[in-house]
């Protein structure tokens, strides 16, 4: 049977990939920002779906490492948009006549996206302290 965490750390990842995954295919052109969201979506649903089978066993420890690894390119990812340094590929950037204003230059980050990473971070430190107590015999 599949622990409560193990489903939650899953539920967690296709919400967080799946929503990855359409943000990157909404942006009008694919840059930087949207092929690593995209490739992050796929990674994250894979792990997903990994911890609702017995190769979850195989992970051991490092599942949780991992979600907090995502979550924190997700949440890296959206500094870098939320600051204009990176391009979100939606046409809405500084070389698009808008003359580089400072209200342009912070418009890529999504709220959205800011909280399903502080979700996964969260869920990456739960898996990761309750796998460390399940290896003690707490759990």
Do not use: C
């Amino acid at each position: 049977m599949v622990s409560n965490t193990r489903l939650y750390g899953a539920s967690i990842a296709f919400v967080s990939g799946l929503y990855s995954l359409w943000s990157a295919s909404m942006a009008s052109r694919m840059v930087t920002s949207s092929w690593l969201m995209g490739l992050l979506g796929v990674v994250v649903i894979v792990h997903g779906a990994a911890l609702l089978t017995d190769y979850a066993e195989k992970l051991g420890g490092a599942s949780g490492p991992l979600m907090i690894v995502y979550s924190v390119l997700m949440l890296l990812n959206q500094a870098l948009l939320g600051t204009g340094v990176m391009d979100d590929g939606s046409g809405m950037g500084m070389s698009d006549g808008m003359g580089g204003s400072a209200m342009t230059a912070g418009m890529g980050w999504d709220a959205g996206m800011v909280a399903l990473a502080v979700l996964m971070l969260v869920s990456g430190v739960i898996m990761t302290n309750s796998e460390s107590t399940d290896s003690k015999g707490g759990m």
